[in-house]
């Protein structure tokens, strides 16, 4: 196959995903739902390949979790995006979801941040040695 076969089934691949997405965009606008909840729902299906549904209520999480604070640094949310599938997880699973994100991700400056959110009560801390974090939206109690 040749560079412009292959650049031709890309481009008819891009342009099919980004079709799709625009009608998930108009599907979730019908819903009530945010902008900003749409937005973060769409980049969650983009990076992580989970449903909408699922992103749609990951979405809220993170949401509900940022308006905790008066403003957060782009980092700061993206370990909240990370975080908001209720998984607990490690610093090094959270700064390897980040880079998914964000693509890039220091796991000192994660760390660090992780323990901001903590102080703030966004994200709480389980687990002993080896911590892990989860949102505080995500514990049932």
Do not use: H, W
Not at 29 to 49: K, P, W
Not at 52 to 79: C, F
Not at 96 to 101: A, G, I, K, T
């Amino acid at each position: 196959m040749s560079v412009e076969e292959r650049l031709e089934r890309l481009e008819k691949a891009l342009s099919k995903i980004l079709s799709r997405l625009e009608s998930i965009e108009e599907k979730l606008s019908v819903l009530g739902l945010s902008d900003e909840t749409i937005s973060i729902a769409t980049e969650l299906v983009i990076a992580f390949s989970i449903p909408a549904a699922k992103a749609i209520e990951a979405s809220n999480r993170v949401v509900q979790a940022i308006g905790r604070l008066a403003t957060i640094d782009p980092i700061s949310r993206s370990i909240v995006e990370a975080l908001s599938d209720c998984r607990e997880q490690s610093v090094s699973e959270i700064t390897r979801r980040v880079r998914e994100l964000r693509g890039t991700a220091s796991r000192r400056i994660v760390r660090e941040r992780l323990e901001r959110l903590k102080r703030y009560g966004v994200v709480v801390r389980v687990g002993g040695k080896r911590p892990k974090y989860v949102l505080k939206p995500c514990i049932k109690g």
